[in-house]
Nanobody, 120 residues
């Protein structure tokens, strides 16, 4: 189990940028996947981006070329750089840690979420 705390959300205008941070309570070096999800009002939670322990990344098509996920293992932190923000990016963004052990899914830990609002 790992505790996750997101920060960096806020209100921005379309076209602007935000960087979200996810601070973990312990080392994230061995965590199989770190991910960013988002949930807009009335919608299902969706995967935005993920990064594996080996550094492989994956993005939702809607954010491809605009968002970048990265990790700083020395700081136990995962980032989501969001550029060229659009109103449809408005959502609560959640950090997650997905644990596997010997090929078996074990569990997922979630942060409390941070609000991102893109509006003019």
């Amino acid at each position: 189990q790992v505790q996750l705390v997101e920060s960096g959300g806020g209100l921005v205008q379309p076209g602007e940028s935000l960087r979200l941070s996810c601070a973990a309570s312990r080392s994230i070096v061995s965590i199989s996947y770190m991910g960013w999800y988002r949930q807009a009002p009335g919608k299902q939670r969706e995967l935005v981006a993920s990064i594996t322990s080996g550094g492989n990344t994956n993005y939702a098509d809607s954010v491809k070329s605009r968002f970048t996920i990265s990790r700083d293992n020395a700081k136990n932190t995962v980032f989501l750089q969001m550029n060229s923000l659009k109103p449809e990016d408005t959502a609560v963004y959640y950090c997650s840690a997905i644990h596997y052990r010997d090929g078996w899914y074990v569990s997922t830990d979630w942060g409390q979420g941070t609000q991102v609002t893109v509006s003019s």
